[in-house]
């Protein structure tokens, strides 16, 4: 089984500010198949990103992914108010399908 | 657009099973994946399994024992049962709609798939509890 560690659990950054999100897998990703989602409270995941890069449709560019084998990384450009939440990664190159344990982005 | 709704018992007692039926409107339940994703209080997600449009499913090691999968395309549902509830499988319970990552052979399992998860219901709290 792959595991995902996200590290820091929160990120504490104010609007307008970059956020730089880790994503680590315990061995390499086939395929690069690394997907984001973004969770806020009370609500179901919603995908941002798969295939390490690509974003989902509807997703607003200043959200982009990035990385490959083990290491990826989610970036949002410039953090507006309704990007404070939780992010969560996932990967789909082998089974079973894994997520990693989450970043919570909190304003500062 | 698909919307999925995910319905049953909030409460379950334990040693006694769960059951979980997801509702699938706007799309035919024949032309996707679909897998079950559950997430306990205050943490994060675990994936429980997917039913592969064509039929066969494949499950997480760590509930495959104790999990079934099946889909009604008569009512376009997904269900879920987990026999042998304890208050560890106390979550909230997502159906989603899967997106194709790759597939492959293993010499255990037959032929895997692997996916993302493109849409998701709004989930529905099941607590274990005497």
């Known amino acids: 089984e792959i595991v995902l560690t996200q590290s820091p659990d929160t990120l504490s950054l104010s609007p307008g500010d970059r956020a730089t999100l880790p994503c680590r897998a315990s061995?390499?990703?086939?395929?690069?198949?690394l997907a984001w989602y973004q969770q806020k409270p009370g609500q179901a995941p919603r995908l941002l990103i798969h295939?390490?890069?690509r974003r989902a449709t509807g997703i607003p560019d200043r959200f982009s992914g990035s990385g490959s084998g083990t290491d990826f990384t989610l970036t949002i450009s410039r953090l507006e108010p309704e990007d404070f939440a939780v992010y969560y990664c996932?990967?789909?190159?082998?089974?079973?399908?894994?997520f990693g344990g989450g970043t919570k982005v909190e304003i500062k | 657009q698909v919307q999925l709704q995910e319905s049953g018992p909030g409460l379950v007692k334990p040693s006694e099973t769960l059951s979980l039926i997801c509702n699938v409107s706007?799309?035919?339940?024949?032309?996707?994946?679909w897998s079950w994703i559950r997430q306990p209080p205050g943490k994060g997600l675990e994936w429980i399994g997917y039913?592969?449009?064509?039929?066969?499913?494949n499950y997480n090691p760590s509930l495959q024992s104790r999990v079934t999968i099946s889909v009604d395309t008569s009512k376009n549902q997904l269900s879920l049962k987990l026999t042998s509830v304890t208050a560890a499988d106390t979550a909230v319970y997502y159906c989603?709609?899967?997106?194709?990552?790759?597939?492959?052979?293993?010499?255990?399992?037959?032929?895997?798939?692997?996916?993302?998860?493109?849409?998701w219901g709004q989930g529905t709290l099941v607590t274990v509890s005497s």
């Open positions: 989603a709609r899967a997106a194709p990552g790759k597939t492959y052979y293993d010499v255990s399992s037959g032929y895997l798939h692997t996916y993302y998860f493109e849409s």
């Open positions: 295939g390490a890069s």
């Open positions: 996932q990967q789909y190159g082998t089974s079973p399908l894994t």
């Open positions: 039913m592969y449009f064509r039929g066969n499913t």
């Open positions: 706007g799309d035919s339940i024949s032309s996707y994946s």
């Open positions: 061995q390499s990703v086939d395929n690069n198949y």
